[in-house]
Every structure is written in structure tokens, then in C-alpha cells.
């Protein structure tokens, strides 16, 4: 789903950040300038440019600007999601797009967990296991979280995709998503403007309330 929509828009500069083993170089169909950014280890594929960096400081400014960034399954290990954003939003060029994917904490069977222990699936106490570089999910994240940061550090034309988890995995969970989905049904009949029916149309939909991780797409207009 995310190279397809990457192909989609079809960008001539990339930054895949954290880019790990190189994945992104290795999936695409198309030719592009691909440069990586990681925590502790440089990419192996073939990336134009290759940085190690602690995300936790932004990305680093001496970085040109790009058509698009991209950070799949990077957010939820990040301490200081706004300053990742403000400074993804800096090195994007005008019209560019920020593409991200991260595990959602809305789905039903999430926010069941989360009454009986207190964690979020894939968050758990860390306690004993806190260490520099671990790969440990530190921030959890659900599609108006992400809306929220993301118009706070500029961003427009903010866009929830369908993806092949955004199915329920289990029946009961359709059902215990009704609640939240009448809520924000009522929350869009009630909306005044298209800004605020866009966000709950998109709160309301299955992507948001069902789905195991969230695609996200926005733009620097």
C-alpha cells in the first residue's frame, strides 16, 4: 500500500526516514533520488545518501528540501513527535508530501486491552528493559492524535488510505466499534464546516476504528 501510493505520487527526490535496511530502495518500480536517515545504522541498499541521526532532534538541517518524506513505522518510537514534524514540514518542498504509517490504538480489541491491563498492544511497561536504541514503541498513536499534530506543524490535505488492515480480525469487534462510530456520526451531521466533516468522516471510517496501523498522507502547501 505505501509503495503504491508513494508511485502514485510519483516524486523525483525521496527521504525514507528511518529508513533500517533499506526497504523502501529495494520495493520500488520507479527510478527516484533516494536518501536514508536512521538511528544507529546506515542503510545497506543503494541510497543516493545515507545519515545516522537521532530522529529525537529533528532532521538534521543540513538536509536539502524534498518531493516527499516518507516514515513508515518510525512515529511510535519517537520522543518528540513535534519537532519531527515541524522539521519533516521544513525540509519538504512546496506541495510536497509527508507520507507516515504507525500502529493504530483505536481498534476495539486495543482499547479493550487497555481497560483490562492498562497497555496498549505493543506498548507495554518497558520496565527493566529501557535501553538507548532498543527497538521499543514508546508513543501510541490514533488517526485524531496524528490530525492534531499534524495541522499544529502545518500540514493540509491531511488523508486516512484504506489499507489491507483496516479490516476487524475479529467479528465482536465490528460491534464494539458501533459506539464510536455512531459518536462520530453525530459529531459529522452536527459539523458546520467541511473542515470539521472531513475530520470525522475520516475519525468515523474503518481505517480509524478497525484498522492495525494507519497510513497517513499530508501535504506543504
Same mark, same amino acid.
Request: charged share 20%; net charge neutral; hydrophobic share 40%.
Given at each position: 500500500?505505501?509503495?503504491?501510493?508513494?508511485?502514485?505520487?510519483?516524486?523525483?527526490?525521496?527521504?525514507?526516514?528511518?529508513?533500517?535496511?533499506?526497504?523502501?530502495?529495494k520495493?520500488?518500480g520507479?527510478?527516484?533520488?533516494?536518501?536514508?536517515?536512521?538511528?544507529?545504522?546506515?542503510s545497506?541498499?543503494?541510497?543516493?545518501?545515507?545519515?545516522?541521526?537521532?530522529?529525537?532532534?529533528?532532521?538534521?538541517?543540513?538536509?536539502?528540501?524534498?518531493?516527499?518524506?516518507?516514515?513508515?513505522?518510525?512515529?511510535?518510537?519517537?520522543g518528540?513527535?513535534?519537532?519531527f514534524?515541524?522539521?519533516?514540514?521544513?525540509?519538504?518542498?512546496?506541495?510536497?508530501?509527508?507520507?507516515?504509517?504507525?500502529?493504530?490504538?483505536? +481498534? %476495539? #480489541?486495543a482499547? $479493550?486491552?487497555?481497560? =483490562?491491563? !492498562? /497497555?496498549?498492544?505493543?506498548?507495554?511497561?518497558?520496565?527493566?528493559k529501557?535501553?538507548?536504541?532498543?527497538?521499543?514503541?514508546?508513543?501510541?498513536?490514533? +488517526? %485524531? #492524535?496524528?490530525? $492534531?499534530?499534524?495541522? =499544529?506543524? !502545518? /500540514?493540509?490535505?491531511?488523508?486516512?488510505?484504506?489499507?489491507?488492515?483496516?479490516?476487524?480480525?475479529?467479528?465482536?469487534?465490528?460491534?464494539?466499534?458501533?459506539?464510536?462510530?455512531?459518536?462520530?456520526?453525530?459529531? =459529522?451531521?452536527?459539523?458546520?464546516?467541511?473542515?470539521?466533516?472531513?475530520?470525522?468522516?475520516?475519525?468515523?471510517?474503518?481505517?480509524?476504528?478497525?484498522?492495525?496501523?494507519l497510513?497517513?498522507?499530508?501535504?506543504?502547501?
Open positions: 500500500m505505501v509503495v503504491n501510493l508513494i508511485t502514485s505520487i510519483n516524486p523525483k527526490t525521496i527521504l525514507d526516514v528511518p529508513s533500517g535496511d533499506g526497504w523502501l530502495g520495493e520500488l520507479f527510478s527516484t533520488q533516494i536518501d536514508g536517515i536512521d538511528l544507529y545504522r546506515e545497506k541498499s543503494d541510497y543516493r545518501k545515507a545519515y545516522v541521526a537521532n530522529l529525537d532532534d529533528g532532521i538534521p538541517d543540513e538536509l536539502s528540501a524534498y518531493d516527499c518524506i516518507v516514515s513508515c513505522e518510525g512515529l511510535e518510537h519517537f518528540n513527535p513535534e519537532l514534524f515541524r522539521t519533516v514540514f521544513e525540509h519538504l518542498k512546496p506541495s510536497g508530501t509527508l507520507l507516515l504509517s504507525t500502529p493504530n490504538i483505536w +481498534y %476495539p #480489541q482499547r $479493550l486491552q487497555y481497560l =483490562l491491563r !492498562g /497497555f496498549f498492544p505493543s506498548f507495554p511497561s518497558l520496565a527493566g529501557i535501553k538507548k536504541g532498543n527497538h521499543m514503541h514508546i508513543l501510541p498513536w490514533s +488517526y %485524531p #492524535q496524528l490530525y $492534531l499534530f499534524l495541522n =499544529l506543524c !502545518g /500540514f493540509k490535505e491531511i488523508m486516512l488510505h484504506d489499507n489491507p488492515l483496516s479490516e476487524a480480525k475479529h467479528f465482536y469487534e465490528k460491534i464494539f466499534a458501533l459506539p464510536q462510530y455512531f459518536y462520530c456520526l453525530k459529531k =459529522l451531521k452536527k459539523s458546520d464546516n467541511l473542515v470539521e466533516k472531513d475530520f470525522w468522516k475520516s475519525a468515523g471510517s474503518k481505517p480509524s476504528l478497525l484498522g492495525r496501523h497510513i497517513v498522507t499530508a501535504r506543504k502547501l
